[in-house]
Nanobody
Framework: QVQLVESGGGSVQAGDSLRLSCAASGRTFSSLAMGWFRQAPGKEREFVAAISWSGATTRYADSVKGRFTISRENAKNMVYLQMNSLKPEDTAVYYC?????????????????WGQGTQVTVSS
């Protein structure tokens, strides 16, 4: 069973930056897509960003495009989400996810391992 552990969340002001990290266990990390989803209070869990097994392909939600960057270090079993120019509407619990396939998807059903989540709060 893969374990995903997020870190780096916190409370910041609008316009600030945060970097989320996700440490993954297991030998299959480097062959599978990884991603981030988020869930704000009272809202559905939504796709944020994803990265293919090699890191060559990334995809972002329109709401974060140009502000967030996803990356990975396969040698360390780590995936990151650099979040710049944060807005109050980015406030949510952020979840690290591992896909069942090497290639990315925006569909949450394509991700079969989920972390516990880390809270990000952005105040205006």
């Amino acid at each position: 069973q893969v374990q995903l552990v997020e870190s780096g969340g916190g409370s910041v002001q609008a316009g600030d930056s945060l970097r989320l990290s996700c440490a993954a266990s297991g030998r299959t990390f480097s062959s599978l897509a990884m991603g981030w989803f988020r869930q704000a209070p009272g809202k559905e869990r939504e796709f944020v960003a994803a990265i293919s097994w090699s890191g060559a392909t990334t995809r972002y939600a329109d709401s974060v495009k140009g502000r967030f960057t996803i990356s990975r270090e396969n040698a360390k079993n780590m995936v990151y989400l650099q979040m710049n120019s944060l807005k109050p509407e980015d406030t949510a619990v952020y979840y690290c996810v591992q896909g069942a396939w090497p290639y990315i998807s925006t569909n949450r059903s394509e991700y079969n391992s989920w972390g516990q989540g880390t809270q990000v709060t952005v105040s205006s």
